[in-house]
């Protein structure tokens, strides 16, 4: 949930402190009450999107209620109907049978009663077996900021656009901060699960003092809902836990789970927004249903240095189960890089991240994500590139294609990894690392790969690429997608993300990258989908026909490009 912060001067400190050890990711959430009803006169068509997902104006966030029912995959997300920057914010509603393609419906929700009155905040959506989806979200029901978690409900359920919702006045609200529990950081339920035990179970996000953790509820009926005496789980000096998620992930293969699935042929995933940071992090690990107790396990950091689904502009994710194609969806929200006189100039902020199919890789320490199969239904024009050799300093143009809306597949391949430069211990940010070393210094073995969103002569580009180097026990592959060459614009953020990809280079030199170019969004997929950063960009002269898409080599050892695929995008049906 993205909502405005009344934090104390010490959490603030906390705060600002963090501004300046995650590279200028902004950690509070500004709200501009004088700009949050100003209607756009006109919509910037530059660098709005060809097939991620934004309606036609205005300010969205993260989406708060994805879910397949009745044949139609429905998002629900968090929008401001009357201005370009957050505020006012509704539940809009949007179907499709694809994933890609949208319709427009009425909003779903919306300020209408005493117990969401401040706001209709985030939440998830419960397919509940006999009776139909039921919306659980936060409500505001003061100035204060105190949240309370409610339920609404299809006005009729056999309608499969799901058109109308209600908000009964019985139960709501389901659950209220009790004795112990922080009631301004209090928010953002998850979809819920039912166990064999007869109980229901959801999370809802908070902190004490600067401890994060995920509370547990538990009912028979889904309307009256009792706290677990524990967290399920919880971590010091993280901060606000928003947005949490939590489902159950295969030990083996790529299909997903119903969210109730228990057993063991299942661990569990436990991924939290962190407000302080405006990351997400995420854990694999142990539910023990009997103490309702998740453990992570002790492969990764559980905490800021931990994994996270996407080292870039990338917050506030859901996923849900769709059982139409077994798989786990998992969505993303991305904020622009821009200012806010820039939003209520261009009319329109935010957009949703392509949708992705998760699941757990086979060496169990991470995710995979991958873009769901539908995607590839908007491929257009297709120009491949087989064997090309790159040396030191070597640019070469793919041609023939939409290079500002395009989709890219590339295989990288190396003969020796010898002049990997030594890793250096201390390196533990990625995205410090990438800073750094930066696309345009020589390395060994790389920096190699994309530069997109180029201008012909270069002024302007956002490169994505690998650099390789020797550790003590196994060698370090970098991914970086560095936008501060991106824009002639100065007065942008344009961060250097970046994250480290764990490969195995030792019997199998190659490295694979999967990059979708959509004018001002780059995401990209290392390696199958370990390693993935989308970044928001704002191109000057690289726009539209103007733009160019580039493979480089800027290290000593010679780099061959097995296979590149390049197709242009075609636009998808949105809203």
């Known amino acids: 949930m993205i909502l405005p912060k009344f934090l104390s001067f010490s959490i603030l400190i906390f ?18 009450p004088h700009l949050q009803s100003v209607q756009a006169l006109s919509v910037g068509v530059a660098h709005r999107t060809g097939y991620h997902f934004q309606p036609p104006k205005n300010w969205i966030n993260e989406r708060t209620g994805p879910m397949y029912y009745n044949g139609y995959y429905h998002l629900l997300y968090q929008y401001n109907p009357k ?5 006012n914010i509704v539940w809009a509603h949007s179907v499709s049978k694809d994933l890609i393609n949208w319709k427009a419906l009425e909003p779903a929700i919306y300020p209408s009663k005493p117990f969401d009155k401040f706001g209709c905040w985030s939440g998830s959506a419960t397919v509940v077996p006999g009776k139909g989806p039921i919306i659980l979200y936060t409500g505001i029901i003061d100035e204060n900021q105190t949240q309370v978690q409610c339920y609404a409900v299809p006005e009729d359920p056999n309608d499969p656009l799901l058109r109308k919702w209600v908000k009964p006045e019985k139960f709501n609200p389901i659950v209220v901060a009790d004795e112990g529990v922080n009631g301004s950081a209090f928010r953002d339920p998850t979809t819920a699960w039912w166990s064999q035990d007869g109980h229901w179970r959801m999370l809802v996000g908070s902190r004490r003092k600067s401890r994060g953790m995920a509370y547990l509820y538990r009912s028979r009926d889904f309307m009256t809902w009792v706290r677990a005496k524990h ?13 949490p998620d939590f489902y159950p992930v295969s030990v083996k293969g790529n299909n997903g789970l119903d969210t109730s699935e228990m057993g063991d042929h299942v661990r569990h995933v436990l991924k939290n927004s962190l407000d302080l940071t405006r990351f997400e992090y995420y854990t694999i690990g142990t539910y023990f249903e009997d103490k309702d107790r998740y453990i992570p396990d002790n492969t990764s950091v559980d ?6 689904y996407d080292y870039g502009n990338f917050y506030a994710s859901k996923s849900f189960f769709d059982p139409s194609k077994n798989r786990r969806v998992l969505w993303g929200w991305a904020n622009e ?16 991240a392509i949708p992705r199919t998760a699941w757990l890789d086979s060496n169990a320490r991470q995710l995979v994500q991958w873009p769901v199969e539908e995607l590839n239904t908007l491929r257009g024009t297709e120009v491949s590139i087989n064997n090309q050799k790159l040396e030191k300093g070597d640019y070469v143009e793919v041609k023939d294609i939409t290079a500002a809306q395009a989709d890219v597949e590339v295989t990288f391949s190396f003969s020796s990894l010898d002049k990997a430069e030594a890793f250096d211990p201390k390196w533990v940010n990625a995205q410090d690392l990438c800073a750094q070393k930066g696309s345009k210094l020589q390395g060994g073995v790389g920096p190699f790969g994309l530069l997109t969103l180029a201008s012909q002569n270069l002024e302007e580009f956002t490169p994505v690429f690998f650099r390789i180097f020797k550790g003590e026990n196994k060698h370090v592959v970098l991914l970086c997608s560095d936008a501060r060459s991106s824009s002639i614009k100065s007065d942008l953020y344009k961060p250097s993300f970046a994250g480290f990809v764990d490969v195995d280079l030792d019997n199998n030199k190659k490295l694979s990258l999967r990059t979708l170019i959509d004018h001002s969004v780059v995401e990209s997929f290392g390696e199958g989908g370990k390693t993935n950063i989308l970044s928001r960009v704002y191109p000057e002269l690289a726009v539209t026909n103007q733009a160019h898409l580039f493979m480089f080599n800027n290290g000593t050892e010679p780099i061959t490009v097995e296979n590149l695929k390049a197709w242009s995008m075609k636009s998808a049906d949105i809203n």
């Open 337 to 352: 890089s821009d200012s806010k006189d820039d939003d209520v100039r261009k009319g329109w902020a935010g957009i949703q």
């Open 231 to 243: 967290p399920i789980h919880s971590k010091s000096e993280t901060g606000m836990w928003e947005c």
């Open 303 to 308: 905490g800021w240095g931990g994994l996270r």
């Open 83 to 87: 201005g370009s920057v957050w505020g």
């Open 15 to 32: 705060s600002l402190n963090l501004l300046l050890i995650h590279n200028g990711v902004e950690a509070l959430h500004k709200i501009y």
